[in-house]
């Protein structure tokens, strides 16, 4: 991940957004389509690549903003 990456996952019973290089959560969700909700804006917001873990802790999802950002953007 860049500096300035948004991540989300889960961690000590919560799932939590943290922007890479911070060394704290920005926020804390009690379930996992609110913090990526949060997450997803918090990304749009600063044009960055929002990263969303897993509960076990492997990547899932990637995204980038904007979009036209992406390095490698889906075919079709």
């Known amino acids: 991940m860049a500096?300035?990456?948004v991540?989300?996952?889960f961690e000590d019973g919560r799932w939590?957004?943290?922007v890479e290089g911070g060394e704290r959560?920005?926020?804390t969700a009690a379930t996992k389509a609110e913090a990526v909700s949060e997450g997803r804006r918090?990304?749009?917001d600063?044009?960055?690549e929002h990263v969303i873990k897993k509960q076990d802790g492997t990547?899932?999802?990637k995204n980038t903003y904007?979009?036209?950002r992406d390095p490698n953007p889906p075919k079709g």
């Open 16 to 18: 939590k957004n943290q």
């Open 59 to 61: 990547i899932g999802e």
């Open 66 to 68: 904007p979009r036209d």
């Open 42 to 44: 918090m990304a749009s």
């Open 7 to 9: 991540e989300t996952q």
């Open 3 to 5: 500096k300035g990456d």
């Open 25 to 27: 959560a920005s926020n």
């Open 46 to 48: 600063r044009g960055v």
